[in-house]
């Protein structure tokens, strides 16, 4: 796993915390950036999804 692969997976988790959080209080953290709590879920995926991909095509 080289560095952009533990960025983009650790950006992934910290979405999903982000997401349960917002979930929870009710209100969103990232507003300027996220509108609804769906959208946390979407760059979590999006940053994981990445991170596969990435790590499967990295040339050694």
Do not use: E, H, W
């Not at 960025?7 to 609804?36: D, N, T, Y």
């Not at 769906?38 to 050694?60: E, P, Q, W």
């Amino acid at each position: 796993m080289n560095l952009a692969t533990g960025a983009l997976v650790f950006s992934g988790f910290f979405f999903i915390v982000l997401g349960v959080a917002s979930k929870i209080m009710g209100c969103s953290l990232l507003s300027p950036f996220v509108q609804s709590t769906l959208g946390y879920f979407v760059g979590a995926n999006t940053c994981i999804l990445l991170a596969l991909i990435i790590d499967k095509f990295d040339k050694r």
